[in-house]
């Protein structure tokens, strides 16, 4: 009768090792795959970010914020992952829509590159911690951060099927599958409001990786108000004013004493009902 917590215990160190190892493996393909891409994130606004990039400048750029959004919800697993669920979540998210949209528009050599990483994404939510209860809700859920994200999720959306249709004119961004990596931003970025909103363990760590994804997408318009796929000077600040109200909120949402508007027990709703 002793023997099975000892061997639940066991299985439980291999999972976990192995649940590390996976997310090692992760962080060093995304080092050795994508690290010239990550350097553009800043080299990009440079005069030689500009010889190199283009006419795709904004769109490899956006590509660098959408990879380094991935590492970072991956990298963080490494410590107290448990207390990290929501990130994990992130991270399962971003490289489900990235691979289904990168397999649906995309040219095979990328298909090639992004397939290893949707598969150790998968095994490592298999493998984490917190088993099933990755997918557990928080008790609470923030209904300003859940407003914020529906907000937004409507000018996302046509942006996303604006940009999904362009995918099919066949001109120099099309061929690079370019137009689908920007529906990728779109959905990536409502998937990540959505997780910070329902305040699963780690939320506020998604809730800076959103507001930092957002206003980097944000930055770009603005800055290539030309570039194919920006959505101009003024949707852009309202995109980098939107990420700073989000961040500001789920801050704001931590304080005890703050309304229901920030924190709302899920079955606040049921006994509504």
Request: hydrophobic share 55%.
């Amino acid at each position: 009768m002793s023997e099975a917590p000892t061997a639940e215990t066991t299985l439980g160190r291999v999972r976990s090792y192995a649940f590390y190892l996976v997310v090692l493996a992760i962080l060093a393909m995304g080092v050795v795959f994508t690290g010239e891409l990550l350097t553009l994130l800043v080299v990009g606004f440079t005069g030689d970010g500009a010889a190199a990039l283009g006419i795709h400048r904004l769109h490899v750029m956006a590509i660098a914020a959408t990879v380094g959004t991935f590492l970072a919800a991956v990298a963080v697993q490494l410590y107290k992952p448990r207390q990290r669920r929501a990130a994990m979540l992130a991270a399962l998210g971003l490289i489900v829509i990235v691979s289904v949209i990168t397999i649906t528009t995309g040219p095979p050599e990328i298909v090639q590159e992004v397939i290893p990483f949707l598969a150790l994404g998968i095994l490592a939510a298999i493998l984490h911690p917190s088993g099933r209860n990755l997918y557990r809700l928080g008790e609470e859920y923030s209904p300003l951060l859940l407003g914020l994200t529906v907000a937004a999720a409507i000018p996302l959306l046509a942006y996303a099927v604006s940009q999904f249709t362009l995918q099919g004119i066949g001109d120099q961004h099309a061929m690079f599958g370019h137009y689908g990596d920007m529906v990728s931003v779109s959905l990536g970025l409502i998937l990540l409001g959505a997780i910070a909103s329902a305040r699963i363990a780690g939320w506020r760590i998604v809730a800076w990786l959103t507001g930092l994804f957002a206003a980097y997408f944000g930055v770009l318009s603005v800055v290539f108000p030309a570039q194919t796929s920006s959505v101009g000077t003024m949707w852009g600040a309202a995109v980098v004013v939107w990420a700073v109200v989000f961040v500001a909120v789920a801050e704001y949402s931590r304080v005890a004493s703050s309304s229901s508007l920030f924190h709302r027990p899920w079955s606040a709703g049921r006994r509504g009902a």
